[in-house]
């Protein structure tokens, strides 16, 4: 039984050939990535920029409309969800026409985010985590001593210390 081997015989996918020209006709209608990317917080606003950043602008197998993938912080993704339509409405108003049709909001973590990737790298050895300072342990110690229960008066001794020192920064 013969194996069938791969090959393409030297033919290309069209739309790697044609990747180029579809672009170049984009841009002359207007539709340049670049924009998006380097007028960021005058087209989404200051208060969507501080919390988002463009990171995509890929277009779709139909080619109707393309999709812009925004990135944030998972706390912010929400607020992001909420206001999709109206940040669609605001880029779509600087070209003119419906160049954006999809909106999508990728989560990452706040370490990392201005490059786009997020820390994966494991703490030093010796940057181990002391705790709280004794005097914010006794301050929740203090707070929680009412408490029968010794493991429920451990666990909010815990939560105490770490909301004071939240607090106090």
């Given at each position: ?39 960021w917080e005058e087209i989404a606003g200051a208060d969507i920029a501080a919390i988002s ?15 812009l993938t925004l990135l944030t912080t998972g706390a912010n993704a929400p607020l992001l ?80 210390a770490n909301v004071i020192t939240k607090a106090r920064g």
């Open positions: 039984m013969a194996v069938r081997k791969g090959t393409t015989y030297g033919f290309k996918q069209t739309s790697g050939l044609l990747s180029g020209q579809i672009r170049r006709a984009s841009e002359t209608r207007g539709f340049a990535q670049s924009r998006v990317l380097t007028h950043r463009p990171v995509e602008v890929s277009y779709g197998r139909g080619g109707f409309g393309a999709t969800e909420m206001r999709k339509e109206t940040l669609r409405e605001r880029v779509n108003a600087i070209y003119g026409y419906n160049a954006i049709a999809r909106i999508r909001i990728t989560q990452t973590a706040a370490t990392g985010f201005a490059d786009g990737r997020v820390a994966f790298e494991h703490r030093p050895a010796g940057a181990a985590d002391t705790g709280p300072r004794p005097d914010i342990v006794a301050e929740a110690r203090t707070a929680t001593e009412s408490v029968g229960d010794e493991g429920l008066r451990a666990a909010l001794e815990r939560l105490g």
